[in-house]
């Protein structure tokens, strides 16, 4: 079920959803155009937001379907900038970002920001199978994304040249790792952009002498996600015991927004989430639950 979700660049899932629900999950208010009695939840729900955060936000959606089959919820994966964006101009009830609210974004929000961390995820360094690069520095790869290192041979590879892949920039994945790799220096110049995760494994799989990053839960056998390490330390491999005990070094919230609390199938939805039940669909999108 995942699996197919990590090849879509662009997700608009529409799911109807509904049912019985004990009254007092979700109070009377109107979020998310909530109709609701003592017996039912009924009404609709938008979420929009990242790529990364959208697998389980559609493995949520899935499991609620099961129990709420009367509530609409539509969930967009547009990118973190874009989610956020509607939340500002009230199209969204819940934004899914794979970075921090910015002070500039939260001030644009009428009432106060409600930030929910869904889990956590390791960003790992994608390049060609046959590169024969083994492993990369921090400090090697903010110099190959910023255009210092142009070079494979520069790093124990073949003598060839590196196509930098990156992200766009309104993508949360683009901004986290700008802030916790380059420092904030800006990307090379020739760096080759990517609308999505799956995008970004699509190109790096047909290009042998390229690099880029994504979510851990995108990498699959067309690409290697190469180990990295910190200053001073080993190499470390991405994988979801790496960043569940932070040995890996690069690792991230996965969050969602909203706007004042949620209330009615936001909350129920939620609600969902944070259960036993939705923290396993988080591992099993492969991320790391919060619980």
Known sequence: MFKKLLRASWLLVVLILAAAMASGCGGGSNAGNVQQNDAALSGSLQINGSTTVTPIAQGWAEAFHEIHP????IISGTGSGNGIAALINGTTEIAMASREIKDSEREQIDGEVKEYVVGYDALAVIIH?????????LAQL???FTGKI???KDVGGDDAEILVYTRDSSSGTY???KEHVLENEEFAAGARKTASNAAMVNSIAQEETAIGYCGLAFVNSSVKAVPVSAEDGSPVEPTLETAKSKEYPIVRNLNMYTAGEARGVAKAYLDYGFSAEGQAIVEEAGYIPVK
């Open 129 to 137: 199978p046959d590169n024969p690069v083994k492993t990369l520095s």
């Open 150 to 152: 142009t070079n494979w």
């Open 142 to 144: 903010k110099d190959i």
């Open 175 to 177: 901004e986290f790792f």
């Open 70 to 73: 009367e509530a609409e919820v």
